[in-house]
Nanobody, 115 residues
Framework: QVQLVESGGGLVQAGEPLRLSCAAS????????MGWYRQAPGKQRELVATISSGSTNYADSVKGRFTISRDNAKNTVYLQMNSLKPEDTAVYYCNARNWYNQETWGQGTQVTVSS
């Protein structure tokens, strides 16, 4: 099994940066892809960015502002968020998918962007 722990959320002003971290533990060798999702109040959870074998994918709403990266030595995935907007306010969840397409979720970290 894989366990995920997110950190780095908080309250920032519009335009400021923030970096989220997600540390994986357990059966990390089984992880095929990792990603970040977010859920704003009253909305469905949506994909933000994913990374797999060095290939990345981003939601259109964050392209050019967010960067996902992975440190395999530390079993950690990062989400660098620049030029934050109030509409980026949400709970951000880390996700890991194994080679059987089974998913693990972190507990979530709140990101609040004030205008």
């Amino acid at each position: 099994q894989v366990q995920l722990v997110e950190s780095g959320g908080g309250l920032v002003q519009a335009g400021e940066p923030l970096r989220l971290s997600c540390a994986a533990s357990g059966s990390t060798f089984s992880i095929k892809a990792m990603g970040w999702y977010r859920q704003a109040p009253g909305k469905q959870r949506e994909l933000v960015a994913t990374i797999s074998s060095g290939s990345t994918n981003y939601a259109d709403s964050v392209k050019g502002r967010f960067t996902i990266s992975r440190d395999n030595a530390k079993n950690t995935v990062y989400l660098q968020m620049n030029s934050l907007k109030p509409e980026d306010t949400a709970v951000y969840y880390c996700n890991a998918r194994n080679w059987y397409n089974q998913e693990t979720w972190g507990q979530g970290t709140q990101v609040t962007v004030s205008s």
